[in-house]
């Protein structure tokens, strides 16, 4: 069992930036695919950025392309997701996900084996 912890969420101002960091909360011994999603009440969570277990491939959906950045840290099974000029639309909880086999990326939610708690991002206007 893999339990993720996401931060670095918060409210902003449209045009802002905030980096997302999740991380697992016990030892990891590989690097594994992972991804960021987000999901507004009501409905289906949707995937944001991806990236293959050694970082060296990603992917984005178009409503995000060229805003968002998503990456590796150090540690193992550490990502962050960078979001730039932001948007009111980008507003909702936003989760990362870990799936514990495979090497590609993964943009499909049911392709996930473990979720993080998730961290709000509020963007005003």
């Known amino acids: 069992q893999v339990q993720l912890v996401e931060s670095g969420g918060g409210s902003v101002q449209a045009g802002g930036s905030l980096r997302l960091s999740c991380a697992p909360s016990?030892?990891?011994?590989?690097?594994?695919?992972m991804g960021w999603f987000r999901q507004i009440p009501g409905k289906e969570r949707e995937y944001v950025a991806a990236?293959?277990?050694?970082?060296?491939?990603?992917a984005y959906p178009d409503s995000v392309k060229g805003r968002f950045t998503i990456s590796r840290g150090d540690a193992v099974n550490t990502i962050f997701l960078q979001m730039n000029d932001l948007k009111p639309e980008d507003t909702a909880k936003y989760y990362c996900?870990?799936?514990?086999?495979?090497?590609?990326?993964?943009?499909?939610?049911?392709?996930?084996?473990?979720w993080g708690q998730g961290t709000q991002v509020t963007v005003f206007s």
């Open positions: 016990g030892r990891t011994f590989s690097n594994y695919p």
């Open positions: 996900g870990l799936r514990n086999y495979g090497s590609w990326y993964y943009v499909v939610k049911e392709d996930y084996s473990f």
């Open positions: 990236i293959t277990w050694d970082g060296g491939n990603t």
